[in-house]
């Protein structure tokens, strides 16, 4: 059974950077796309980028464009999620998932969700 353990969140003030990581066990990484979600307060759980197994193809929501790369080691069966240049309305709670490239890209359904880690950006 996949379980995914999502870390390095923390409080940051707008401007600077972050990098959040998942750590897959129960599953060979390599053979998944890899995918981080973000779920503010109030709002619904969005996809913002995605990585296909081979590392070759990502995806990026338009907000978060430029400012954040996904990155994955499939040898450490770890993602990453590097977050510059944060504004307030990055605040979330985020998810990482492993699944297809359409899951990954929250165009399928999708639900072995973690327990995230939270992100906080001050003005």
């Known amino acids: 059974q996949v379980q995914l353990v999502e870390s390095g969140g923390g409080f940051v003030q707008a401007g600077n950077s972050l990098r959040v990581s998942c750590e897959a066990s129960?599953?060979?990484?390599?053979?998944?796309?890899m995918g981080w979600f973000r779920q503010a307060p109030g709002k619904e759980r969005e996809a913002v980028a995605a990585?296909?197994?081979?590392?070759?193809?990502?995806y990026y929501a338009d907000s978060v464009k430029g400012r954040f790369t996904i990155s994955r080691d499939n040898t450490k069966n770890t993602v990453y999620l590097q977050m510059n240049s944060l504004k307030p309305e990055d605040t979330a709670v985020y998810y990482c998932?492993?699944?297809?490239?359409?899951?990954?890209?929250?165009?399928?359904?999708?639900?072995?969700w973690g327990q995230g880690t939270q992100v906080t950006v001050s003005s």
């Open positions: 990585i296909s197994w081979s590392g070759d193809n990502t």
């Open positions: 129960g599953i060979t990484l390599g053979r998944y796309a």
């Open positions: 998932a492993a699944g297809t490239m359409a899951q990954t890209m929250g165009l399928s359904p999708y639900n072995d």
